[in-house]
């Protein structure tokens, strides 16, 4: 629905001779909508698991690839946005879900709220509109008024809606939000784009238990030593490798060679 087959179709072809097609008529919001009318059910892995099993249904294919994103407060950096974007593929044949993720630091992705499009000027640019954009609705929607405006990317539609959700709204102001759907959020659809290149690094890897595609980091254990005490610190100590389909996993160090914590991230030394 969305175009992300652009930026997925050339990595799977290129990376693991893998030919794609679009399945045809399925309506991937009727399992959640970012603008929140449909609220998505489950974890964001199952709510790709779910859009990757239309796939199968749809096409009648054993091997499927679906995405999903989930933006808001950065799930580690305090007052930062962040996004996490997922992508799994879904191999019925190997019986299979492998799973791959990143966090996106730098999204575009924020709101405003405004009575007329003059006094926003400042946001439309750190939002890089019209190239990403915007969907607005009423601040405080009176009883029944549901409308909802996506897709708004040029200046003149911009003003018109916000003058319109401004006037119905109970406090007289328009909410403008970026429209975080691939095809209009072009910085999304690059990062869909890297996630995807991840994922076939993943698929190229073989379990070194049972042979099966998608072997891969899966965690992390905390607990490097600190430097002066020897006490466990929040630190990464390793990296966990495992398989998506048998029990195989090995610790690995981590890739930065560390091997020890400062003092000052010590919960003995610096409690
Ligand atoms: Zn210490
Ligand atoms: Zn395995």
Do not use: W
């Amino acid at each position: 629905m969305h175009g992300k087959q652009t930026v997925i179709m050339p990595v799977f072809r290129d990376r693991l001779g893998l030919s794609i097609e679009v399945a045809p008529g399925i309506d991937t919001d009727t399992l959640g909508t970012f603008t929140g009318e449909v609220p998505r059910l489950g974890t964001i892995r199952d709510a790709a698991i779910a859009k990757a099993r239309l796939g199968i249904a749809a096409t009648g294919l054993p091997i499927a690839i679906a995405s999903e994103g989930s933006y808001g407060p950065h799930p580690q950096i305090p007052f930062v946005a962040g996004g996490i974007e997922l992508m799994v593929l879904l191999d019925d044949e190997r019986g299979i879900v492998v799973t791959e993720h990143l966090i996106d630091d730098a999204p575009v992705f924020g709101h405003a709220i405004a009575s007329n499009v003059g006094v926003i000027s400042g946001f439309l640019r750190q939002i890089d509109f019209p190239n990403h954009a915007v969907v607005v609705r009423a601040n405080a929607p009176a009883d029944g008024d549901a409308a909802i405006h996506k897709g708004v990317r040029t200046t003149a539609s911009l003003a018109e809606v916000i003058a319109l959700c401004a006037a119905s709204s109970r406090d007289g102001q328009a909410l403008i939000q970026t429209d975080m759907r691939a095809h209009m959020n072009p910085t999304r659809m690059a990062t869909i784009g890297r996630l995807a290149t991840m994922l076939c690094s993943r698929l190229a890897t073989g379990c070194p238990g049972c042979g099966l595609p998608g072997y891969g980091q899966i965690g992390v254990e905390t607990g490097l030593p600190c430097s002066a005490c020897g006490a466990p610190s929040l630190l990464v100590r390793h990296r966990i490798f495992g398989c998506a389909s048998c029990d195989h996993s090995e610790l690995r160090p981590r890739s930065d060679g560390r091997a020890d914590a400062d003092p000052a991230q010590c919960p003995e030394c610096n409690p």
